[in-house]
């Protein structure tokens, strides 16, 4: 909570329960299969008992866990009523042990109430309860160990959550302790600790000490973020749609549903706030603390975890998320989504930028371009020629002919086009500003001459080039593959120009094919007259 409080939202504003559960079910029913309900806090929400029992019902459409994220001040009396409508996992918010610390952190007194929800949890029929802990140098970093010993016997996640920058909260990065130090202290204290398994998109990653019944985790969102495989997405208390914790933007679905947006309207905007989602946050300098919203009116820590289940083959949407009280929502996957391109290499200010691509894994991926050089019968027959042999040494007498033995006196064309093309692939990053630069295991380029049936009979020639190229790599070579073509083609108008300058044309240059890589295989359907792959 900020120090100078904040403003509340007019219940006008606010998602009704009705709309809660709309939304539910539209995203349930399209492949979401866990919902958070997060705050604020959300027992303070009229009606929130009634939303969970709602939420159960859609457990026939797929959804498997109703979870909530909690302070626990108010809810010790309320969270067996709550499981018996289907609440299955609970996080709970306490940052100290201390009841002094805890006053002073949340502005309030309770640190007894939120112990005894605790106690009320763990004798319940939840699947999972969690401990959230924001460890923030200087304040509460010296109770690791003590956070660490409530799961010798408990069988609870404590989860240690690194300061994050949020409106109000006086973030300073030295207050920020790296998950990758609180380890190291740990595990001298604790030689034995060892990884414990992590569940598909999980945002923390987990440890377990042998003799103890609990585990303990990491959410290192500002000193190792998990963006790659981050899939969750938030609606607020208001209905807006924020696709990261980071980011201000955000899309009105409440607005929409209002106006009688259909479930496919909803889906189009739902979509686009999907696509608009950057391949990762800003590093810790650069997070915007003035226009996003505090976590307060955001909702909860970004710990959703979801299971994968398959979307409705009609639906081209990324299969995802939901509501709460503070509503956050995790989706399951994401589909292609086309109706709303977006140009990678560009910032969400238009600037040139790099892609990051540290959290991929490096795959085995190749790529095939074809294109072709339309050149006139003399330069066609000098390249298909016989290069003369004996004595070479007499004036050639005419004009084409002199051309001709101007040309020959750069050597075989084809040969030579070949190696430029196969060093143009190894150069495209120097060439390419924004292409990563890489490790090529193969570059295979060939060169064919063709005799091709033009309009009316006539005939047209023409030098088709194939390059494919291969790759151990984080990235696809489709521009390695280009590159090789361009250089080729370019490199045989440069040998033939003496004889052909002024008639060559070079064009259908594209990616036949590739295979690897995260989006899969792709072959392209060539029409008629585009260049084919040479067998």
């Not at 029929?125 to 460890?135: A, E, G, P, R, T």
């Not at 404590?158 to 920020?176: A, H, L, Q, S, Y």
């Not at 979509?271 to 810790?284: D, I, L, N, S």
């Not at 040309?407 to 990053?429: C, E, F, N, P, Y």
């Amino acid at each position: 909570m900020p120090s100078e409080g904040i403003e509340l939202s007019p219940d006008g504003k606010l998602l009704t329960n009705d709309e809660i559960i709309r939304l539910a079910t539209l995203f349930v029913k399209s492949g979401v299969t866990k919902i958070r309900l997060t705050g604020g806090e959300p027992t303070v929400r009229n009606g929130i008992d009634e939303i969970i029992a709602s939420l159960n019902d859609l457990r026939r459409f797929g959804l498997k866990s109703i979870g909530m994220t909690s302070n626990g001040l108010a809810l010790h009396r309320r969270l067996p009523h709550l499981v018996e409508n289907g609440l299955s996992h609970l996080n709970l918010s306490l940052d100290t042990l201390d009841p002094f610390k805890f006053e002073l952190i949340t502005r309030r007194r309770g640190h007894d109430a939120v112990l005894k929800t605790l106690d009320v949890a763990m004798k319940s029929s939840l699947q999972h309860i969690k401990l959230n802990v924001v460890v923030i140098k200087g304040l509460n970093d010296t109770e690791v160990f003590d956070f660490v010993a409530m799961t010798k016997d408990m069988p609870l996640s404590v989860r240690f959550i690194e300061f994050m920058p949020f409106t109000g909260n006086k973030w300073d990065k030295r207050k920020m302790v790296p998950s990758s130090e609180l380890l190291e202290k740990i595990s001298a204290r604790y030689p034995s600790v060892q990884r414990a398994p992590d569940e598909l998109n999980d945002t923390a990653r987990s440890w377990k000490i042998p003799s103890h019944a609990g585990s303990f985790g990491f959410i290192s969102s500002m000193s190792d973020h998990f963006c790659s495989s981050c899939n969750r997405l938030r609606i607020t208390a208001d209905g807006q749609i924020k696709v990261c914790l980071f980011d201000a933007k955000e899309l009105s679905l409440r607005d929409e549903l209002r106006r009688g947006a259909s479930e496919d309207q909803l889906l189009d905007i739902i979509g686009r706030a999907v696509f608009g989602k950057k391949e990762k946050h800003a590093g810790m300098e650069d997070i915007d603390v003035v226009t996003n919203r505090p976590m307060i009116l955001i909702g909860g820590h970004p710990t959703i975890r979801s299971h994968s289940r398959r979307a409705p083959a009609n639906r081209m949407w990324p299969a995802s998320l939901l509501p709460q009280t503070q509503p956050l929502i995790s989706r399951s996957h994401i589909s292609a989504y086309h109706t709303c391109p977006s140009l990678t290499h560009l910032d969400e200010e238009g600037r040139a930028s790099m892609v990051d691509i540290a959290d991929k894994q490096p795959t085995k991926r190749t790529a095939t371009a074809v294109g072709r050089i339309y050149i006139p019968l003399i330069a066609y027959e000098l390249v298909t020629s016989t290069y003369p042999v004996g004595n070479t040494t007499v004036e050639p007498s005419s004009s084409r002919e002199k051309a001709k033995a101007k040309a020959r006196r750069k050597g075989d064309a084809l040969t030579v086009a070949q190696l430029a093309a196969i060093m143009g692939a190894k150069k495209t990053s120097d060439l390419i500003p924004l292409c990563h630069p890489l490790s090529l295991t193969k570059v295979a380029v060939k060169l064919l001459p063709e005799a091709l049936d033009g309009e009316s009979g006539a005939q047209r020639y023409c030098i088709l080039c194939q390059a494919t190229v291969s790759t151990e790599g984080k990235t696809g070579v489709e521009m390695e593959a280009l590159m090789a073509v361009s250089v080729g083609l370019l490199t045989v108008w440069d040998m033939l120009k003496a004889v052909a300058g002024r008639e060559m044309e070079i064009g259908g240059i594209v990616v036949s094919h590739k295979a690897g890589g995260r989006s899969g295989d792709f072959r392209r359907e060539l029409g008629e007259g585009e260049p084919r792959a040479i067998s």
